[in-house]
């Protein structure tokens, strides 16, 4: 499990933590947790705009690779 805790440090760098807003599978978020371990993965909770229900979203590894690079090419 240290392999999964280790990413969701890795993606709280990269911007993923409460409070943050994000665009994802057609819809607007706002994330209301840190990174978390989820079935081998890792996930954050948030709300949309349109459902203020708060729901798990499992993150995938290539959205979060390209919002990496996004971010390196910024600075």
Do not use: W
């Not at 969701?8 to 993923?16: Q, Y």
């Not at 209301?32 to 708060?54: H, K, L, M, Q, Y």
């Amino acid at each position: 499990m240290q392999v999964v805790s280790d990413s969701c440090a890795k993606i709280r760098n990269l911007g993923f933590k409460a409070s943050m807003n994000v665009s994802m599978y057609g819809e607007r978020f706002e994330i209301v947790s840190d990174p978390f371990d989820e079935a081998g993965g890792v996930a954050v909770r948030a709300t949309c705009g349109t459902n203020p229900e708060i729901r798990t979203l499992r993150l995938r590894i290539a959205i979060l690779l390209g919002h990496g690079l996004n971010k390196e090419k910024q600075q």
